[in-house]
DNA sequence: TTGTAAGCGTTATCAC
DNA sequence: GTGATAACGCTTACAA
């Protein structure tokens, strides 16, 4: 198992190491008689190209970098299990960098992807991250990029995401038909197109059955991480609890689950006392305590549509001008939304 | 930001490579005045050693593998936090694989890793993985391998887990000292120490405290995945709770968590009927129906550790014979085992 | 059909 | 203290 390089199979075959190699790459000017010897060789002593080597010269290293807030993070972890599916069928190999939800890290994550010679980049920004020159500037030379999950209008890319107006708007739907009309809406803080389209979603499904929007009712709370978030996220649930809503809509797989565990601690009942709908993938939505009502996104097919397209870029296969493709999300009611 | 490299500093500053080259390593031989200069010009136009050159020739990638079942599992994932922040401080760059549970597909990602020239790889087996021979033959190569989490007495190596025999034992003494006499315990079915561990912490506490050992309150069950899991967690439920337990103690994340999902899907009302406890790290566990009393593993500590350890072997520090390290787990009581 | 040789960007071994 | 030069393992013109 110790490495053997095509110079031996060279000098063990009496042939010069390009045909060795041209044998192995399967080119069509190599005698059928030496690629079979060269075949068997290599297969006997387990040959295995040298990665680095290769990449050195052909200057691609079939490996593709993705940027995510954390890996500790169901949706996330899904997301990645698809990028990783496709990736590891097109002999990709990715490089996994968290942001943590800072700019800063960020930033130093795809420095570190494009020093270590990626072939292509996929993020998902942090919620922090407002500047986009980071990327723009890669961009500028051709190098390829996707964005998947959460989206900005300041950068031209390929774009996959859920369709977040539709859920949101589906979830605020369901809740008004259920009987609400003091419907509560709990954010993230962030200028990322995630952030805005729910809320719109939102908004759009309050005008559309005659619900004054109210701005007392809906909060954007700083869910960085090291943000002490708990404690944000009890500070907006307690003034969004003094306008006595009928209803929460949580536009986050973290913050749904956070206002849950608030409302159980806090001795509200849910539904009784008030609604609850959320974006969520995790598993466990139906055991919670009440089984929770969620926008459930399609992670899984966001990170294999996510996967393809920048495989399909970095092998420079034409695959028109940029454009974000809309994925539907699927509403599950469950009791916490039941009256 | 287009590559730049040890040849246009050369050039543009009138030295040699070599020089440019010692002098971005601060060696000492090089005169303070030109380290300077050089420093200033490659920071200046941002240079960014090419990774592929340096490991061809210094023969290391500064790279490690790592071998996981999947990264969609929470406790998984968390220790894939803790390992990712140790290797990036160190400088090194992690390869996340998924076995899915599969010896075939284990192999596959040992084999992949190895060819794509890791300094060294960290494994988590699969349940099915019984024959340690692929890792072994690295071994004895003198190729760094670290175990964590699951282990085996098949394989020497330096391991990290959980203390899982301590923490059985643990929960099963709190079902017992809360009352119960009838305790079932639903576990994985693999070789690994994980399972073995655990019931035998699970057998002790019975022993200690003078109640008969059942065969029958004892399944386990293949949790692999496309193993249909929920239908043959299903079938162990079935039979466990023909004998009537007043308890159960599920020994994995996974089981825990679908056993949950089973009594209250069943009817069966929690801690009422029987208490629940089990292994688990979800941080949803306080909010579930009910609470679910847990076994917590350190799993970021387990990463850390296991990094920590596979970068100081793959550096060749002398880190002495290869030994297991066992972590305390953490006794966390809620509503489902209160009776 | 096969061989020769250059070169990818580093680092290391010599010289000077 | 600095500079040539070879070498890491591979691909690819260009020759033969």
Request: glycine share 4%.
């Amino acid at each position: 198992m110790s490495n053997i390089t095509l110079r031996d199979i060279s000098k063990a075959l009496n042939i010069s190491v390009s045909t060795v190699s041209r044998a192995l790459t399967d080119s069509h000017e190599i005698g059928e008689e030496t690629k079979k010897l060269v075949l068997a060789y290599a297969k006997e002593h387990n040959y295995v190209p040298n990665r680095m080597a290769r990449s050195l010269k052909v200057g691609k290293t079939r490996s593709i970098g993705v940027v995510i807030c954390s890996i500790d993070n169901n949706f996330v972890a899904q997301m990645l299990d698809g990028i990783d599916q496709i990736c590891t069928e097109s002999g990709y190999q990715i490089i996994i960098m968290q942001s943590k939800e800072s700019y800063e890290q960020e930033k130093a994550c795809i420095n570190l992807l494009y020093a270590s010679g990626v072939d292509g980049i996929m993020i998902s920004p942090s919620l922090q991250t407002t500047d986009f020159t980071h990327l723009k500037e890669l961009q500028s030379q051709g190098f390829p990029i996707v964005l998947f999950d959460r989206t900005t209008e300041e950068l031209t890319a390929h774009k996959i995401t859920a369709n977040n107006i539709k859920g949101a708007y589906q979830a605020t739907t369901h809740l008004i038909l259920s009987g609400c009309t003091r419907i509560a809406h709990l954010n993230s803080k962030s200028t990322l197109a995630i952030t805005r389209e729910r809320f719109e979603g939102y908004k759009q499904a309050l005008v559309e059955h005659q619900i004054a929007y109210e701005e007392d009712l809906v909060k954007f709370c700083n869910t960085s991480i090291n943000e002490n978030t708990d404690e944000n996220v009890a500070t907006a649930m307690e003034e969004l609890l003094k306008q006595k809503p009928q209803a929460i809509f949580t536009a986050t797989d973290l913050l749904s689950t956070k206002a849950l565990a608030y409302l159980n601690k806090h001795g509200y009942k849910v539904p009784d006392d008030l609604s609850l709908i959320g974006f969520s993938n995790s598993d466990l939505a139906p055991i919670l305590n009440p089984p929770l009502s969620t926008v459930r996104q399609p992670s899984r097919q966001i990170g294999e549509l996510a996967a393809q397209t920048i495989i399909n870029l970095v092998k420079g296969k034409d695959i028109g001008p940029a454009e974000t493709v809309l994925l539907d999300t699927e509403l599950q009611i469950r009791k916490s939304s039941s009256r």
